[in-house]
Nanobody
Framework: QVQLVESGGGLVQAGDSLRLSCAAS????????MGWFRQAPGKEREFVAA???????YYADSAKGRFTISRDNAKNTVYLQMNSLKPEDTAVYYC??????????????????WGQGTQVTVSS
């Protein structure tokens, strides 16, 4: 069982940066692939970025060039650095985990564990 706790959300202005963190419980974090998803009001949850257990990264087109996903296995934490934020990035951001998966990381059905989410609001 893995428990995930997101933090780092907040209210920022367009063009600002935020770094989200997702802390995971357990001693096998390094074997999990991690993903970030987001859900805006009235919209379905969508993929943002993922990082495999061995460090390969994937991004949604909306995140490429602005967001960076990374992980620190010593701290059981995955990060999402978000730069040049836009009002359309406003959403609840969720992290998710699945053990030893390389494929399908853009689909929320792939993941077994989810955090409670953290709100990101970008004002214009």
């Amino acid at each position: 069982q893995v428990q995930l706790v997101e933090s780092g959300g907040g209210l920022v202005q367009a063009g600002d940066s935020l770094r989200l963190s997702c802390a995971a419980s357990g001693r096998t974090f390094s074997t999990y692939s991690m993903g970030w998803f987001r859900q805006a009001p009235g919209k379905e949850r969508e993929f943002v970025a993922a990082i495999t257990w061995n460090g390969k990264t994937y991004y949604a087109d909306s995140a490429k060039g602005r967001f960076t996903i990374s992980r620190d296995n010593a701290k059981n934490t995955v990060y999402l650095q978000m730069n040049s934020l836009k009002p359309e990035d406003t959403a609840v951001y969720y992290c998710a985990a699945v053990r030893r998966r390389f494929s399908g990381l853009g689909s929320e059905e792939t993941y077994d564990y989810w955090g409670q989410g953290t709100q990101v609001t970008v004002s214009s």
